[in-house]
Each structure stands twice: as C-alpha cells, then as structure tokens.
C-alpha cells in the first residue's frame, strides 16, 4: 500500500506519517536530507531523536527503488522523508555546478521523472506499507527567481504523479490530517 502525505512546512505531516505507521514492528525509514549546514544538521538530528530506537534507518535521495522492493515483510513498514527534499538533491545533482540559470530544466525534470517513476514502480511492487511525504510548495506567491519557479513547477508535478499511484493521499493542515484520497 502506497500513501502519500502532504501539506505545508511545519504542517505535521511527519508527525501524521509516523501515526499510519506507528503500530508496525519493523519501519525503515528512507531519510531524503543531506546536511550542509549546522542548521540543517540541528534539523535532521532533531528528527533522529524523535524516531523509536528499533526503526532502521536508511539516508539517501537517489535509487530509492532499490530499498523499496518484493522483498520487504507484509508487516513492514516504510517512511519516506521527504520527496520535496530529494527533488531539490536530484535537481542539484542533475544540474550540476553551473548558475541555475543556465540549466536545462526539461531535462532535468526528465531526469527528476525517471527516478520518480522508478519509485512508484517499486512502491507498487512492495509488499509492505510505504508513506511519502511531501511539501505543497505551489499555494503560496510565485518565486522571484527562475530556479524557485522551476523547482515549484517540477514538485508539483512529481506530487500530482505520486497523488494519482497512491492508494491514499493525506493533506495535513495545522496538525490535523485530512483523507482526500
């Protein structure tokens, strides 16, 4: 079962995708962020601390579908933190260190395209429960600069994707889950 989580930055969709797995022996959980600064790193490590012990723990962005696969448990279950932050890793990686502004956005969300459909693929495959959670990025003003928009652009279209493949789809608001799907 597939089951994608979405809302705003502090919304609670953490805390509401921890809640659909809570009662699963076993949780691996797939942890998207990279730490590039000492914010970032008080970040993740505040979301270590909050994760129960006996939950495994697997960091990385890309080639998601090789952890999500026909041979985890029924009773398993898999988190996945975040896909906004491993579109924005993709869209790095891919892009390369040159000036954004030069980058070749279609093919870079093709490239972006590839490994989400990728992980649908595996999500669809696994036996085990898998929640993705994700930002809505696009329901706020439009970005003033040329990357923003292209990331906005591109995360909403990787969540309309995930959105149609899941089996559920939650929109949390304020802390408070709301079935839409």
């Known amino acids: 079962m597939m089951i994608l989580v979405t809302g705003g930055a502090r919304s609670g969709k953490s805390r ?24 970032m790193a008080a970040r993740i490590q505040h979301h270590r601390d909050g994760r129960p012990a006996h939950w495994r723990t697997a960091e990385r962005w890309q080639h998601l579908d090789a952890l999500i696969t026909a041979d ?18 993709l869209l790095f990686a891919f892009g390369g260190d040159g000036d ?3 980058w070749d956005y279609a093919a870079l969300e093709t490239a972006v395209e590839a490994e989400i459909q990728a ?11 898998v929640v993705l959670v994700t930002n809505e990025v696009g329901m706020g003003i439009v970005p003033e600069n040329r990357l923003a928009r292209h990331f906005r652009d591109i995360a909403g279209r990787v969540n309309q994707r995930l959105a149609v493949a899941a089996d559920e789809v939650w929109l949390v608001v304020s802390g408070i889950g709301v079935k839409i799907k």
Request: glycine share 0%.
């Open 119 to 129: 992980l649908i693929a595996a999500c669809q495959r696994c036996p085990a429960r």
């Open 72 to 89: 985890n448990a029924p009773d398993e279950a898999i988190l996945l933190e975040c896909i906004t932050t491993m579109v924005t890793n």
């Open 16 to 39: 509401h995708a921890e809640a659909l797995i809570a009662d699963f022996p076993q949780v691996l959980y797939i942890a998207t962020s990279q730490i590039f600064d000492d914010e």
């Open 100 to 102: 954004p502004d030069s």
